[in-house]
Each structure stands twice: as C-alpha cells, then as structure tokens.
C-alpha cells in the first residue's frame, strides 16, 4: 500500500486539537502516512504537533478569530490577514500534494480549506460543538462528507443529508487504569476521585470558586481527593496546600485521569463532553457563557439527557451549591452506554471514500 500524504488543520484551542490527534493516531495503527499540518501560530496545535507526530511539516499561520459582535471594524484586518494567509497555504498546498485535507474547525480552517477546494484536494470536517462553528458552516459545502458530533447539529448545514454523517467526537485513548494513576499521583485508594478543569485555557470562575470549596471540606475527612487542572501557575501553586488534591497548571494526558474519574468538574467544551461520554464519566458541566452560539450550554444540556452531566449555569455558581451537586452526582446510578468509537467510524468513510 502507498504512503498516504495527508494534510490536516483545526487548532487554537484544544476542541479543535484534540480531536485530530485521535485521529491521526488511530490512522498510523491503519496506513503509512507523511503529515502536513497548519497550526494557530504559539497556541495548542503548534506548540504540541511536532511532539505528539515527529516528522510532521508544521505551517504555522499568524491568524486571529474573527471579532463578536461580527459587524466591529476590527474584522477587517483580521479577514485581510486570513486572504494573506490564503497565498502561504496555496504554496504548501502545492508541495505536499496531499491525498485528502481533514479540518476539524476554527478559524485556521477558513484559508486552509478554500485553498485544498481551489487545488481541487478532497476535504473532510469535523464539527465539535452541537451549534456548529461560523467556518464550518460556510466551508462545509466543499467538503466531501461532514463529520458532526450531536445530533441537533444535522439541520443547521445547508448541504445534502447524504453528506452529513453522525459520528461523534473522536477521542484519544486512555494510556493508564486506575490503580496507575492513583500511583502515580500519590492518592490513597480509597477515596472518591473528582477531576477539574476550565478548558484547555484554564477558567477563574472554576479555580477560585473551587479554592473556596476546598477550603470549606478541609480538614473534615471527607473521602475525597481532587486532580485539578488550573490553567494558570500561580492558581496551582496556591492550591498546593490541601493534602487531598494534587493541582497543576496543565496537564497534557489529563485524559487520562478523567477515563478514571468518579466524577468530572468541567466546562462545557465539546472535547470534554465527548470524552466525558466516550467514558462513560459523570460530568458537573458550568458552560462557559461567553461560547460564541452558545454552545457550551448546548453541548452540556445534550450531556444532561444521556443521564451523565449536571449544568450549573456561571451566574448560579456557589462553593455552597457545587458541593451539593458532587454529592447528588457521586451518589446518582449511571446505566450509560457508551456508542462506537467516533474516530472508527470517521476513519471508515474517509478510506472508504479515497479506495484506501
């Protein structure tokens, strides 16, 4: 079988990141590949790709996401900026001559993908989030199949049905048991093991009403302990001085702790719901309202009704209540199923679709 030239993009942030990564290890298990990727120039997907895919022919691309509300002035350079970049990806483009392009969304994307449609390279998306992403939606009619991860997003791509296929969010695999990573972070076996988050970029909100919260149960001998990924050093270096939690500024397999978890403490972004569900976890969900659509508050309502989230909306958020809720959830019996694996069934149509 020949060498695949793929290229991919979609970064930023770790929604956009994360589910690439699942998909392109579960493609070296499957074909021979030469990657070319275009990161968000000193964020996520560029500091990370060269590291998680050595050899891969990193394009970094110095864009920006475009202003809310969208009428504000600014947008003009920013959409100047993105035309420039159009000329940088053509010619890598060109080069490469990969066999398909894989965007996963954000704005990166947007040049990226009228460039493969205007050299006539086949073009797969994904779309995260349950209110499908401005770019997505636009670019979606030069793609060969759209890939979405909820169901309500099917009716908001104006493209044919037979186009869109319901797959979920693909999702990297644990690389650890329980028992591993309770050795690893020094946890005493029995305690119930809850993990916060604020999103890759880390969240205030969540951090100081948790400090709050811990100082609140310390010393009581609740048998709890906490993984805590703060975002930010100097919240995980404070946070340091309760015994029962274990905080770090990032952790880059906090996959890992989360597949493992009695219950999550999380945003509402739509890696942490799919990874949340691929799992099977419970998941407290406090969706970020600055989400553009919205749709963090979505995402986290779709989590409610397959009976593994809670949503505690920002402006309700008290150290008083997140507790109550700990307690409700850790208590709640879960029957859920989790479906078949997302990046199984992506990778089907996309090798079925190139003869692969």
């Not at 060269?50 to 504000?72: I, Q």
């Not at 001085?241 to 890992?256: G, K, M, N, W």
Request: net charge neutral; with cysteine.
């Amino acid at each position: 079988m020949k060498k695949l030239r793929i290229a991919f993009c979609g970064g930023g942030t770790g929604g956009h990141y994360y589910p690439a990564v699942a998909i392109l290890e579960e493609l070296a298990g499957r074909v021979d590949y030469e990657l070319l990727y275009f990161t968000v120039k000193d964020k996520i997907d560029d500091r990370s790709v060269e590291g998680d895919f050595p050899g891969v022919h990193r394009v970094p691309l110095d864009l920006r996401g475009l202003l809310r509300p969208l009428y504000r002035p600014g947008n003009a350079l920013i959409l100047y900026s993105h035309l420039k970049a159009n000329g940088i990806v053509l010619d890598h483009l060109k080069g490469f001559e990969p066999d398909f392009l894989f965007s996963t969304g954000g704005f990166v994307s947007f040049p990226v993908v009228k460039a493969a449609h205007k050299l006539g390279i086949p073009i797969y998306i994904h779309e995260q989030n349950s209110v499908a992403g401005i770019t997505n939606r636009k670019m979606s009619v030069y793609a060969r199949k759209v890939f979405v991860a909820f169901e309500e997003t099917l009716k908001q791509l104006r493209i044919p049905e037979k186009n869109i296929i319901l797959s979920g969010n693909p999702v990297r695999e644990t690389r650890k048991t329980r028992e591993d990573l309770f050795d690893e972070f020094k946890l005493p076996k029995d305690c119930r093991l809850v993990v916060v988050l604020g999103g890759s970029l880390g969240s205030s909100v969540i951090n100081n009403t948790m400090e709050e919260l811990y100082s609140s149960i310390d010393g009581l001998g609740r048998k709890l302990c906490f993984i805590h990924s703060t975002g930010d050093v100097n919240a995980a270096e404070s946070l340091k001085r309760f015994s029962f939690l274990r905080a770090f500024p990032y952790l880059e397999r906090l996959v890992d702790a989360i597949a493992v978890s009695d219950l999550v403490i999380s945003r509402g972004g739509a890696t942490s719901i799919a990874e949340l569900q691929y799992y099977g976890r419970k998941g407290i969900i406090i969706p970020w309202p600055g989400a553009s659509e919205n749709h963090q508050f979505h995402n986290a309502r779709s989590l409610e009704r397959v009976g593994l989230g809670y949503v505690i909306l920002e402006d309700a958020l008290t150290p008083e209540r997140l507790l109550s809720a700990i307690d409700h959830m850790l208590l709640m019996k879960c029957d859920y199923k989790p479906p078949r694996r997302p990046v199984e069934i992506v990778l089907d149509y996309i090798l079925r679709e190139e003869s692969i």
